[in-house]
């Protein structure tokens, strides 16, 4: 059944993370009108998950008869280090194999049609700031903790995004110099500590060296033990699982520690899959960050769960794509 879409002008908004793809037509009011998603697939590398996107685009623009020429814009909110200002993929951990795409351009050609490119959570940073729970707040950080862990800045009512599309990526912080290899090249980062790759591995690693869990009954292979079965666990009181928990939430809280005492933000948002875990992540998290940042900046800084949870993304590529086409 065909929706009355046409008359709202929207956004054809997409939000590329390391395990799934998001698609959205999304008003200026920030309504989502028809969405769809489907696994990123990220492994099989650029070229089949940008033909997958292509083909979902093109199945909710025709499912909803919707003509390219009735869209405002495309915007795509992706994981990795940006260049905005051309359109460019230059790296992203999370998605093997993507150096120096051109997704703005290749997009742009293929469908005729304005096209934006920003950082995933840069995106989700502008979507709570205008309709979630940044909403009001002149200065706020967004991260999100999920298959990875990145972050977006808001200053002054504005994203800032650095000299070169940068800025924000607090998953790559160094949390310990002699810590885990990270994919970025590095050590230690905060992503290879605390994102749930992370939550995952530890868990694995545990039953592994032999501690007992609920985690490894009526299980073919621990190896595929997942970041929400760890949540899952944890919330039944399984010892193990929340003692994964407790160990992410630390490193986390040493990260927005970090934070704190960097940016002085009024509200840190807290998103991605793992922040499900609710006040299981959140509240260790915050004894951290009140135990380490400087007392002043410590008490100003709320730090609370998103408010648009997965549809933050969508929602703040829709913004930015309105921002940029005036």
């Not at 070229?47 to 390219?68: C, E, T, W, Y």
């Not at 709570?128 to 707040?137: I, L, N, V």
Request: one cysteine or more.
């Amino acid at each position: 059944m065909a929706l009355k879409i046409e008359q709202q002008n929207p956004v054809l908004a997409l939000d590329i993370g390391g395990t799934v793809i998001r698609l959205a037509l999304v008003s200026m009011e920030g309504k989502i009108l028809a969405r769809k998603r489907l696994p990123t697939m990220a492994g099989e590398g650029p070229a089949p998950v940008i033909n997958r996107m292509f083909s979902a685009m093109k199945g909710l623009l025709q499912s909803h008869k919707l003509d390219l020429s009735q869209l405002h814009s495309i915007s795509i909110a992706t994981a990795g280090v940006i260049d905005t200002d051309n359109g460019i993929i230059t790296s992203s951990p999370n998605l093997p194999g993507w150096i120096d795409i051109p997704l703005r351009d290749t997009v742009e050609t293929a469908y005729k049609t304005s096209t934006f490119l920003l950082n995933d959570a840069n995106a989700a940073a502008l979507g709570e700031h205008r309709f979630g729970a940044g909403k009001g707040s002149a200065n706020l950080f967004y991260i999100t903790v999920s298959t990875g862990i990145g972050g977006g800045v808001i200053i002054d009512n504005k994203l800032y995004s650095g000299t070169s599309g940068g800025a924000g990526e607090i998953g790559h912080m160094t949390i310990d110099v002699n810590g885990p290899a990270c994919k970025c090249g590095s050590n230690g980062c905060l992503e290879t500590l605390a994102s749930g790759t992370a939550v995952a591995r530890e868990a694995i690693t545990r039953i592994r060296n032999g501690e007992k869990s609920s985690l490894a009954e009526n299980r073919d292979s621990i190896e595929n033990i997942t970041a929400k079965d760890v949540g899952q666990a944890a919330r039944e009181g399984d010892p193990l699982a929340l003692a994964v928990i407790s160990r992410a939430a630390f490193y986390l809280g040493v990260g927005l520690a970090n934070l704190v005492n960097l940016l002085n933000p009024e509200i840190i948002i807290v998103g991605g899959g793992l922040s499900k875990l609710g006040n299981l992540l959140l509240e260790p998290a915050r004894e951290v960050v009140q135990e380490r940042a400087f007392r002043l900046p410590a008490q100003a800084a709320r730090i609370v769960l998103s408010r648009l949870g997965d549809d933050a993304g969508i929602l703040g590529a829709a913004v930015f794509a309105h921002q940029a086409k005036k």
